[in-house]
């Protein structure tokens, strides 16, 4: 079975259902402690979606297979179930992460607002044994801002010599894996060298919390929620640990997955409020940053430089679609001239058509986020499919409407930002924050030991 925009004779890289594997064995849900059979459905036939397509290079090795056997609901209920008895010397502390784009999914799956959802959620995480419940907002703060540094810096290197533009987002693991493991140059070193949201999530765990707790960073068993599947093959990314040597998230279910456990179980659960880093916080209310549907790389990176280079407040953003909705283009002008040119390239032909221009060498844009997913982040195929495998429009569309409600915040208004740069990193710009925050692109390395993996 092949995608249908697969120029392979065939497809060899990985085909799934929500889950292919049966839970109950050697890790009972909650249903089945209670006597129950608790077996997890499959919800749709397998398929190969343009997400497996971006991220396909025929190169995952045995390694790369036995990691992502541990990114299932069995994983994480094995580490549960290993809490229950009584070696407390194999406990771990079980920390879960949210992507602000897979609230929608719940809210709308429960008929409840974001904000009961949140609590909903991190009601049903604790009733299961989970210890902390975080949302990545601010993983996305500290990944858009050095976004927005890295991109003022390219843009004074920028020359016919050093083309240091246009930069390319990285936060979308289909996408960034495609450019790493397929394209290489001349397109890896124009990606953003700034960790996507999830990474930066993983070394806030891994490292500023657990020396809050004071715990070494392989005592935390760290699960990320989210909306697609690509994001388990982020958590594999080489490189990811290097600033507090352990893996940045160890267990990666889609919002889909976490909902077939919520509808399976039948644990009596109430609401909690979703706890913060900063011990001084209650609960933080929801807030999401500027974008249709993704993190809002390109609006908060265009205001940013607007003001940075040329000293231009930026208060409403217009976007104009081009080719079609999934490619939209965003400029600044003055005394018609186009100071700069902002592109939104979602889907894989957008993708594509965009790769093709950078190769010939006829790209107009400073900068450009890409998105594998044809409608942003919240159309990922964690939680934005049909029990058939198509896409369901219509619970897109009401995501769509609730993501849009949540409140948005600038990353630059965060008041915990400073202190979390002086007290983890020691200062912006510093070997630490470069270490924690930043990470580099590999061109195609043809790998040996390569084998089909079905998931």
């Keep these: 079975m092949k995608c249908e925009h697969c120029t392979r004779k065939e497809c060899s890289k990985k085909t799934k259902t929500d889950d292919q594997e049966n839970v109950s064995v050697d890790a009972p849900s909650p249903a089945q402690e209670n006597g129950e059979k608790g077996e997890f459905h499959r919800l749709a036939d397998a398929k190969i979606f343009l997400s497996d397509c971006l991220a396909c290079s025929s190169c995952l090795t045995a390694e790369d297979a036995a990691q992502l056997s541990q990114q299932s609901a069995k994983e994480f209920f094995r580490v549960l ?25 719940f809210a709308a799956k429960f008929d409840l607002s974001v904000t009961d959802a949140s609590r909903r959620l991190c009601g049903f995480l604790k009733s299961l044994g989970v210890h902390y419940v975080f949302d990545t907002s601010i993983a996305a703060d500290l990944s858009i801002l050095e976004s927005q540094k890295e991109f003022v810096r390219r843009f004074h290197q920028h020359s016919e010599e050093q083309r240091a533009l246009p930069m ?36 806030l765990v891994k490292d500023y919390f657990a020396r809050q707790q004071n715990l070494a960073p392989e005592k935390i068993f760290h699960v990320v929620v989210a909306p ?95 080719r079609n909705k999934g490619f939209q283009e965003v400029t600044l002008e003055k005394d018609g001239e186009v100071l700069l040119r902002f592109a939104a390239a979602y889907g894989f032909r957008n993708v594509q058509n965009l790769v093709l221009k950078l190769k010939k060498g006829k790209f107009p844009y400073h900068f450009v986020e890409v998105l594998a ?28 409407r609730i993501y849009s409600d949540i409140p948005v915040q600038p990353p630059e208004t965060s008041a915990h930002l400073q202190e979390l740069y002086q007290e983890w990193l020691q200062g912006s710009g510093s070997p630490s924050a470069q270490e924690a925050l930043h990470t580099t692109h590999p061109s195609p390395v043809r790998c040996s030991g390569s084998l089909d993996i079905r998931w």
Excluded at 88 to 103: E, F
Aim: charged content about 25%; aromatic content about 4%; some cysteine.
């Design 81 to 105: 179930n290993l809490n229950k008895r009584c070696d407390t010397s194999k406990h771990r502390v079980l920390v879960v992460s949210v992507c602000p784009q897979s609230l929608p999914y």
């Design 168 to 203: 390319l987002t990285s936060a979308c693991p289909g996408w960034a894996r495609y450019a790493e493991r397929v394209l290489g140059h001349p397109v890896t070193p124009h990606l953003c060298t700034a960790k996507s949201p999830q990474q930066v999530m993983g070394s």
């Design 228 to 322: 697609c599947y690509d994001k388990k093959l982020e958590a594999l990314r080489e490189g990811f640990s290097a600033a507090h040597g352990a893996q940045g998230a160890d267990c990666v279910l889609t919002s889909g997955e976490v909902a077939q456990i919520m509808e399976q179980s039948d644990l009596s659960v109430k609401d909690a409020a979703v706890d913060t880093l900063f011990g001084d916080v209650k609960e933080a209310p929801v807030r999401r940053h500027e974008g249709t549907g993704s993190d809002g790389h390109l609006a908060h990176v265009f205001r940013h430089a607007a003001k940075e280079l040329f000293n231009e407040h930026v208060k409403e953003i217009t976007y104009r679609a081009l």
């Design 373 to 400: 997913c044809p409608r942003g982040c919240l159309s990922g195929r964690g939680q934005a499919q049909t029990e058939d495998g198509h896409s369901d429009k219509a619970l897109l569309r009401q995501m769509e």
